[in-house]
């Protein structure tokens, strides 16, 4: 990453880039030995589990993905009592179908003053903007390891949870077909919309009081 600053007149530039890196790789075998469920004593010593799942297949995987991000913004001091933010930031990521992320940001600081008065009477300042959120490498790595092919974790239900060890006893509560993960080809990267505004006083000494409001707004947030 590198981080640039530069005061020029009444602005003062910051620009800036990010790039990470990340891989993961992990072998786990989790549940490759099966595992029964019982609804209580009872039901063990009778044989009669209400849940059996197992793993099976690699258990092996590897998953790599890199985000990009630069920004550029300007502090610009219009007035004496009057500061001006603006800037854009752009984001990218690999391993996922939305590689565009722009995410633009603003924000005003006023300070109004009584006539004769060397301290502003109240401040009000205000602001919003975008801000995305990255996809979590390790949701990448389960989408690989659990897409079906690389490994499968089945469920057999009821009585058929002993089939594996008697197959001659008849299915009557059905097979639960593999829990796949993948994923969506319309993938957004989450983000959040963000907007605030303060009012402050100051009582000098004494201390100063302030009112403040803040909204947040989810968009595409991650779900499975």
Same mark, same amino acid.
């Given at each position: 990453q590198d981080l640039l600053s530069v005061e020029y007149k009444t602005h003062f530039l910051r620009a800036g880039f990010r790039y990470r890196q990340q891989r993961d790789a992990n072998l786990s075998t989790a549940n490759f030995n099966g595992q029964f469920v019982f609804a209580d004593l009872a039901s063990y010593q009778a044989d009669n589990p209400t849940l059996y799942t197992i793993t099976s297949g690699n258990p092996s995987a590897a998953v790599s993905t890199g985000d990009l991000g630069f920004? #550029?913004?300007?502090?610009?001091?219009?007035?004496?009592?009057?500061? #001006?933010?603006?800037?854009?930031?752009?984001?990218?990521?690999?391993? #996922?179908?939305?590689?565009?992320?722009?995410?633009?940001?603003?924000?005003?600081?006023?300070?109004?003053?009584?006539?004769?008065?060397?301290?502003?009477?109240?401040?009000?300042?205000?602001?919003?903007?975008?801000?995305?959120?990255?996809?979590?490498?390790?949701?990448?790595?389960?989408?690989?390891?659990?897409?079906?092919?690389?490994?499968q974790t089945v469920q057999f239900q009821g009585s058929d949870a002993f089939d594996e060890y008697n197959p001659n006893r008849a299915k009557t509560n059905g097979y639960a077909d593999p829990t796949i993960y993948r994923l969506s080809p319309g993938l957004r990267a989450a983000y959040d919309l963000i907007a605030g505004a303060t009012a402050e006083h100051s009582f000098g000494r004494r201390g100063t009081v302030s009112v403040n409001y803040l909204a947040a707004r989810g968009v595409h947030q991650y779900l499975s």
């Open positions: 920004y #550029i913004e300007d502090e610009w001091r219009a007035r004496r009592n009057l500061t #001006i933010n603006y800037g854009f930031r752009f984001e990218s990521q690999t391993a #996922i179908p939305d590689h565009f992320d722009p995410a633009p940001r603003a924000g005003i600081s006023w300070a109004v003053y009584r006539k004769g008065a060397r301290a502003p009477w109240i401040v009000l300042r205000g602001g919003a903007g975008v801000f995305f959120d990255r996809f979590a490498v390790a949701n990448l790595l389960t989408s690989v390891r659990q897409n079906g092919v690389l490994e």
